[in-house]
């Protein structure tokens, strides 16, 4: 079967893979994650010994361990660095002969001067720890926006803007992102909420990465996802100044918009003659060319969106001021359509949920902050966890209006 058939049945059967398929290595139970890229012939030192599970009679798993009555503790037993007589030349050679993982596990419990006299609650500890850098377990999974988000929230969440995942899930679902949507996204947190609109359209409408200035926002991390082709050309950029309209370019030189209600020309989402550009009938490739993610907006798309505007509005820019960003773009999205802000804190959004409410731009403002946590389930040890991220931002919400339809 050919790759480009692989990708197309991957979409309907996530388990399937391919070469040049992004993948995540789970490794021990989430103590390592790593995203990887399947090539023929790869070879990753670190992982030389996979296993692909525990086994339960031979290795019992965390909350399992047998606890025996005993009389042995570890009170005699110092810590000097001499109990074991395996050295590490030792292990590279049983390594070069072709010893196994559990191999060398083995070897080093035999070779062990202490091993025999800890309890078995230590032995178990002990070899636990030995299996997981010589023996480890590695599950491969395919990248989705929770297990993308959740393993750069632990590895690099300054990256992603320290965007949690339910707060992400809260951004998509304020923001109305469904099928057939075309959602215009400020994404400075490295692609990751581009990524998760498109992931929710499944090839249909589209999500316009907009920006301000020249230069485009980095967006590598929609690469990870293993998008199919009819995924990819639904992700487009342009910058603002293109979405607006022609007799606004005076305005939008000069870097404030005026609001778009005071054009009458302006169509709400539910309007008959606006189905075609939230249904996402139009097709870029209409010229013979399919654009790739992050491309350009197809020009007669651009001219859709600036008469009728975008069904949802997302903003995840950090690094900005969310008033001035959102004073820019909200024109652009059509009358009674939702929008989502997310911070990192909260006075920005504050000040920005202040500033819609005296210029009448929208309703249902709110802040919410998600609260989530994490608990570990074993028996008898039923708990949160105790280091886990208390924190996840905040999310402003609400609805445009034509400031006109302002009940008094």
């Not at 309703?363 to 966890?385: A, D, F, K, N, V």
Request: net charge neutral; hydrophobic share 35%; charged share 20%.
């Amino acid at each position: 079967m050919s790759i480009t058939n692989l990708e197309e049945n991957s979409v309907q059967n996530p388990r399937i893979t391919w070469e040049g398929c992004s993948v995540l290595l789970d490794i021990n139970d989430g103590d390592r994650l790593v995203f990887a890229r399947l090539t023929a012939g790869s070879y990753a030192p670190q992982l030389a010994t996979i296993r692909k599970c525990f086994s339960r009679n031979n290795v019992p798993e965390k909350g399992d361990c047998p606890i025996k009555d005993e009389f042995k503790d570890n009170r005699a037993l110092v810590d000097n660095n001499t109990a074991q007589s395996l050295t590490g030349e030792d292990i590279d050679a049983m390594r070069r002969q072709g010893a196994t993982g559990d191999d060398i596990v083995e070897a080093l419990i035999a070779n062990s001067a202490t091993f025999e006299k800890k309890t078995s609650f230590s032995q178990e500890k002990y070899r636990l720890k030995k299996q997981k850098k010589y023996a480890p377990k590695v599950l491969l999974r395919r990248p989705f926006a929770r297990s993308i988000c959740e393993t750069y929230f632990k590895k690099y969440p300054a990256r992603i803007g320290f965007l949690r995942v339910d707060n992400l899930s809260l951004l998509l679902s304020m923001a109305n992102v469904t099928a057939h949507s075309d959602v215009l996204v400020v994404d400075k947190i490295g692609g990751i909420l581009t990524g998760a609109v498109a992931e929710r359209l499944g090839g249909t409408g589209y999500v316009c990465n907009t920006y301000v200035g020249a230069t485009p926002y980095p967006i590598d991390i929609v690469r990870i996802f293993n998008f199919s082709k009819e995924i990819w050309k639904r992700i487009v950029r342009s910058p603002i100044a293109d979405l607006c309209t022609a007799r606004n370019e005076t305005s939008v030189q000069s870097g404030h918009l005026p609001d778009a209600c005071n054009n009458e020309e302006m169509l709400s989402p539910c309007s008959p003659s606006n189905t075609s550009a939230i249904n996402g009938t139009l097709h870029p490739s209409e010229n013979g060319k399919t654009p790739k993610a992050g491309e350009k907006a197809p020009q007669e798309v651009i001219e859709l969106w600036r008469e009728h505007g975008f069904s949802s509005l997302i903003v995840a820019a950090p690094d900005l001021d969310a008033w001035n960003i959102v004073k820019e773009v909200l024109s652009l999205v059509s009358f009674s359509a939702p929008f989502a802000i997310y911070h990192q804190y909260l006075q920005p959004l504050a000040t920005c949920m202040h500033n819609l409410q005296l210029g009448k731009m929208a309703i249902g403002l709110q802040i919410s902050e998600p609260w989530m946590r994490e608990y570990q389930i074993l028996p008898s040890r039923t708990h949160p966890h105790m280091q886990m991220s208390a924190f996840g931002g905040y999310i402003l919400s609400g609805t445009r209006i034509c400031v006109g339809d302002q009940p008094s």
